[in-house]
């Protein structure tokens, strides 16, 4: 039967020769826009929506084997969502990543031998935006590569005009509600990149270290210990609990030391229950201007705050022993001085976590300085006088976003509960700019309302740059830019048309779905549900599922430091092809945990894509005779109503596990097999085939479209593309995603 079959199918499968063919059918056919799926008549205007945002990668590089699984799990859930006849959308974009994408280029800009103040931030800003958009372009392809059914006419970017309107918006409607506030707090500064870190961007690191204990003078009562001796220097009390009873005689009594190391000080002893009676010595020395609990113990108790360090890591206070030297070397020079004084009673050898910023590797200096923040504390009348912390909290506590698996709720209340004021301000060029304005400081009063400039606002936040109403000076932007984490909390509606009330935002907002990293919990996730909580009164999303991290086969995390050993998706694909590694990043990887993913694995689905390659030159060589086996019939549509229920509930990896064994040890193994001596077995063979690609479809694309290409159209009516297809079975299971 040979001459019936198409001449590709009588060839080995090639994924090479076909994937990319067929990944422009489907972007040439439209049906990633729900749109065109509509006006197509492929879907119904009325349908169900399932909306989805792509985690925007960062503009810093290449795809790598993180992207790859979050793309295969995404294009997972959306493919068989279009399968069921949803409004589908998958939207595309990328994250500016201001500290990390500035950071890349200044390291370039080193080996021309220049820094960015060298060129200027107008023309050190064109230099990033190239570097962003080529990473952009780089990024868009290898998404491509992998399958993925993104509507590439909906793409957004979290810098291009329409986010940053939406991101002027926000700021100047939190503002006006007085939650974005101006003050001097504590903050991660890096001394290293100049500016400003979150604390969700800390590496902290173990490191070995030294632990002293000492006094402040000979007859000072009370023996403290410190791993930083040089902050003892900006210390304005020593806090002890109120009911220890070795040091409550002392609370209350200030004493002043005249010499530590050349610098006065004025410690007073006061009574704070945080501190630990059984800790060390139970005592701490409070410095408030270098210490986010101590700034907070200063706070309860009104003590003053002396900054001691500045933003290069150097001190600004003492004699020439210290006074502008790094505080790495002023800490020896610290304890040899409490030695020489017989002040010195221990030191201890110990471990602690050190926080470094992730992007420079500096050591972080807590410093006070004067930032934009977010208060996550303050009630708001507009939402029913709950605070952003509440608003936070409510929706994954009363099961209107259901986390994937559970036990990340657990982490996400804790953060929450932990939550500071949030400081959003970054001092680098690169970034959504601070919509702040501030009026020159000399006057030039318009004609006619000479006696009218006391009325000039000296401070305007607006979206657009102000004009003075009574004098003829301008208005400057503020220096600084936003967190970047800011603009990608709008990311669900800003994608969508927020501010405007788009047909879009109406359709498909909430979105149905989060598919991300666990360990985005609190950089993005929160602050995503914090800000479609306060500016849409709405969840930004029904569902959060996480995957796990990709690991060598060994456990190894992943990393380019590996070699040979790591992983390059693309690299795989062009050996093995994309349906391949889908499958062996799917099988067997369940929720929340880590994927060891072996090449070996992914060579023995290669091995299945040819198997159904074969399995489908046999069917498609026989005689479509005889009536459907019941017996089989009944049996195939046990497994499909079980993996279409694995399906809804998110259980991708036994559903594709399920199909695969029954298409290769059950039907190529035995059904198959069997039919070569009874020819009426012809009609059953063409119905599993059919069925079959159309479940295996999600998981492996390109093979199943491309056999679906070659199917006889007279086995199916109205054949279309096997992308929108219908899913062959409806659930009986009851609601998607029970727990």
Known sequence: ??????????????PKETEERIYKLWEDSGFFNPDVCIEKGIIKADAEHFSMVLPPPNVTGNLHTGHALMLVIEDIMVRYARMQGKKTLWLPGTDHA?????????????????????????EFLKRVEKFAKESHDTIVNQAKKMGATLDWSREAFTLDEARNVAVKTAFKKMYDDGLIYHGHRIVNWDPKGQTVISDDEIVYEERKAKLYTFKYSVDFPISISTTRPETKVGDTAVAVHPEDARYKKYIGKTYNIEDFCGVKLEIKIIGDESVEKDFGTGALGVTPAHSQIDSEIAGRHKLESKQVINEFAKMTVGDERILNKKTTEVRETI??????????????????????????????????????FI???????????KS???LMFEPVKEGKIKIIPEHFEKVYFNWI????????????????????????????????KEDQTDKCKKTVVSIEKPICEYCDAKYEQDEDTLDTWFSSGLWTFSTLGWPKQTKDLKTFHPTSMLETGHDLIFFWIARMILMSQYLLNEIPFENIYFHGMVRTADGKKMSKSLGDKAIDPLIIIAKYGNDALRMAMIVGNTPGKDLKLDENDVRGYKNFANKLWNISRYVLGVERSGELKKELLDEWNSLGKDITADMENLRFYLAAEKIYHYVWHRF????????????????????????????LHPFMPFVTEEIWGMLPVESMENKKLLMVEKWPFESAFGKPYDK
């Not at 030695?339 to 010195?344: C, G, P, S, V």
């Not at 004021?421 to 959504?432: A, L, P």
């Not at 069997?674 to 479940?695: C, F, M, Q, R, V």
């Open 98 to 122: 201001a500290i990390a994408t500035q950071s890349k280029v200044e390291k370039l800009l080193e080996k021309e031998g220049l820094k960015k103040k060298d060129l200027g931030r107008e």
């Open 1 to 14: 039967m040979d001459e019936k079959l198409p001449e590709k199918l009588l060839r080995p499968y090639n």
């Open 668 to 695: 190529a193994d035995e059904i198959i097999e069997k039919s070569k001596d009874t020819p009426e077995y012809g009609a059953t063979l063409y119905h599993i085939l059919e069925n079959s690609l159309k479940l």
């Open 417 to 448: 509960e932990n939550l500071r004021d949030w400081c959003i301000s970054r001092q680098i060029w690169y970034g959504h700019r601070i919509p702040v304005w501030y009026h020159e400081p000399i006057c030039i009063p318009k004609t006619g």
């Open 388 to 390: 952003l912390k509440e």
């Open 375 to 385: 208060d996550v504390n303050k009630k708001i009348p507009s939402r029913k006088n």
């Open 335 to 372: 304890v040899n001085w409490l030695k020489e004084n017989n002040l010195l009673e221990k030191e201890e050898e110990t471990t602690q976590n050190v926080g470094t910023a992730e992007r420079t590797g500096a050591i972080i200096e807590p410093l006070p300085k004067l930032q934009w």
